[in-house]
């Protein structure tokens, strides 16, 4: 089964900061790759997915991008932070039958 | 009215309880459905995963599925504290998982000793 790296687990960044989180999965080869925002009471929002080696599609208009340098690395970036940032990221990893298997998750302070 | 609905809660039962978590949705087309269950702090892990209608069942667990009436639910017999998470119901309409895949909510459940 697939394993999904995600760190730190916890991060305080001030305002105006940049931001790297970075994601590797094991176990599974050219897998589909996500980022999810979770806020408290607004479920989980699809931030960016990739199919593939710099394949990269946006959900929502943000101030976040997303890169695939490798087959099962994904990395999510910020220029410079802002309050509206803060909230729980999580990575996941998906094939063809929709199953999705997630990281134990990044909690993001903008202070 | 929302894609996926489902009722927040929270839930509090005893130990040993029934519990029914549902959620209900209003696209027609979807075909895949699945149910995850996230500790607090954590990320979601897959608990039941369905493909189109019918029931699955996997120790504790049930998963039902009622196309005609666009609902889903989970079933945990015999709950344990150790069932106390966040469950989030989530579905597809085909397959390629091209960021497809719609989540509840989620219900958080709490089982007492």
């Known amino acids: 089964s697939q394993t999904i790296h995600q760190w730190p687990a916890t991060l305080v960044q001030p305002v105006g900061s940049p931001l790297s989180l970075e994601c590797t999965v094991e176990g599974t080869s050219n897998p589909n790759l996500y980022w999810y925002r979770q806020a408290a009471g607004r479920g989980l929002q699809l931030l960016f997915y990739s199919v593939g080696i710099g394949q990269i599609s946006s959900e929502v208009p943000q101030n976040l991008s997303a890169s695939r340098p490798q087959d099962r690395q994904f990395i999510l970036s910020s220029k410079k932070l802002l309050l509206s940032d803060s909230g729980f990221y999580l990575c996941?990893?998906?094939?063809?039958?929709?199953?999705?298997?997630f990281g134990s998750g990044t909690q993001l302070s903008v202070l | 009215q929302k894609e996926v609905e489902q009722d927040p809660g929270p839930l509090s039962v005893p130990e040993g309880a029934i519990v029914s978590l549902n959620c209900t949705y209003s696209?027609?087309?979807?075909?895949?459905f699945m149910w995850y269950r996230q500790y607090s702090r954590k990320g979601p892990e897959l608990l039941m995963y369905?493909?189109?209608?019918g029931n699955k069942e996997d120790g504790r667990f049930t998963a039902q599925v009622d196309k005609s009436s666009k609902y889903i639910s989970l079933f945990i017999r015999d709950s344990q504290p150790s069932d106390s998470a966040t469950y989030l119901c989530?579905?597809?309409?085909?397959?390629?998982?091209?960021?497809?895949?719609?989540f509840g909510k989620g219900t958080k459940l709490s089982v007492k000793p």
């Open positions: 369905t493909y189109s209608s």
């Open positions: 989530a579905m597809s309409h085909y397959g390629g998982s091209q960021g497809n895949l719609i």
């Open positions: 996941a990893s998906g094939g063809e039958d929709e199953k999705l298997f």
């Open positions: 696209n027609s087309a979807f075909q895949y």
